[in-house]
């Protein structure tokens, strides 16, 4: 990564998650078709995202020779499942904390 910096790249993966859960959210309240089969924004966002990301990397390769800023996002992003369902999966464990009753 020698053009971009880690962070930076980390930076702009978060941002276009962000960017994708909002339009994947604006999708499913305007579109009455995704609430009717109640498909969660969350696979909106990712359908959104993966054509996205394809019409972005031809449309960079073409301009710029190379498809730089997407194959970083794409690295970054790769790494995120492992993450994501550990996070997930350890979330479940968890045990609610049980109050006890007020006594007289």
Known sequence: MAFF???AVWLLALGVAAFLLKV?????????????FHIPASVIAGGVGWIM??????AESILLG???????????FR???????AFVFAGMLLKPIERGEKSD
């Open 24 to 36: 994947g959210g604006l999708f499913r309240s305007k579109v009455q078709s995704f609430q009717r």
């Open 5 to 7: 910096s880690e962070c």
């Open 66 to 76: 190379d498809s730089l800023w997407t194959e970083h996002l794409c690295q970054v």
């Open 79 to 85: 790494l995120w499942p492992g993450w994501l369902i």
């Open 53 to 58: 990301l394809i019409l972005l990397s031809r």
